[in-house]
């Protein structure tokens, strides 16, 4: 029933911008805190942005923070990560990503290539 559709990646080159959005359903969304996660090859998938369940609070890693904005809709049960001044370093599948009773949901993931 719970279900995150994660959109937006694709190629993209170093400085520029992305913005990625996941769509979540079969859940109240808006009493759930949101997390981005990323992963790149051969690393552990690591914690980039998380949101509280309203939006008014929010945490980055520290090799985004500055770069990465993450917001919320709650009208349209979606999170975004919009992406600025992207590096080579942030090439990584995204996954959008909550946490219902110790029990993990993610999404499918979605590419981001930073590359000339």
């Known amino acids: 029933q719970v279900q995150l559709v994660e959109s937006g990646g694709g190629l993209v080159q170093p400085g520029g911008s992305l913005r990625l959005s996941c769509a979540a359903s079969?859940?109240?969304?808006?009493?759930?805190?949101m997390n981005w996660y990323r992963q790149a090859p051969g690393k552990e998938r690591e914690l980039v942005a998380r949101?509280?369940?309203?939006?008014?609070?929010?945490n980055y890693a520290d090799s985004v923070k500055g770069r990465f904005t993450i917001s919320r809709d709650n009208a349209k049960n979606t999170v975004y990560l919009q992406m600025n001044s992207l590096k080579p370093e942030d090439t990584a599948v995204y996954y959008c990503?909550?946490?219902?009773?110790?029990?993990?949901?993610w999404g499918q993931g979605t590419q981001v290539t930073v590359s000339s």
């Open positions: 949101i509280s369940s309203a939006g008014r609070s929010t």
């Open positions: 079969g859940f109240t969304f808006s009493i759930y805190a």
């Open positions: 990503n909550t946490r219902r009773m110790k029990t993990e949901y």
